[in-house]
């Protein structure tokens, strides 16, 4: 396997990580997704332990309003976060 290709399947397998946990095992609940951010995204979201963040990003996150995020759901988390860092980088 690629170097990419094993971080590809490290962001699925961090998204499984959290989305067992309680509710339907391929979703995260807001619960769940406040403990991903806290824990695995706590230097790349700013206030990633902050309930008013983690409320707003569960809603712009939630497209189908399902109370759940989805896998594509979560990956637009991803998609932005990955942004923010390569604008960083750039900024070093």
């Given at each position: 396997m690629t170097k990419l290709e094993?971080?590809?399947e490290g962001i699925v397998?961090?998204?499984h990580q959290y989305s067992v946990r309680t509710g339907h095992f391929d979703t995260l609940s807001k619960g769940e997704l406040k403990r991903l951010m806290a824990k695995?995204?706590?230097n790349l979201i700013e206030n990633a332990?902050?309930?008013a963040t983690v409320e707003k990003t569960f809603r712009d996150l939630d497209a189908?309003?399902?109370d759940q995020v989805d896998f594509q759901e979560f990956i637009n988390l991803?998609?932005?976060v990955l942004k923010a860092s390569h604008e960083n980088i750039h900024k070093e």
């Open positions: 094993e971080h590809l397998n961090i998204f695995e995204l706590v332990k902050d309930k189908n309003q399902d991803v998609a932005v």
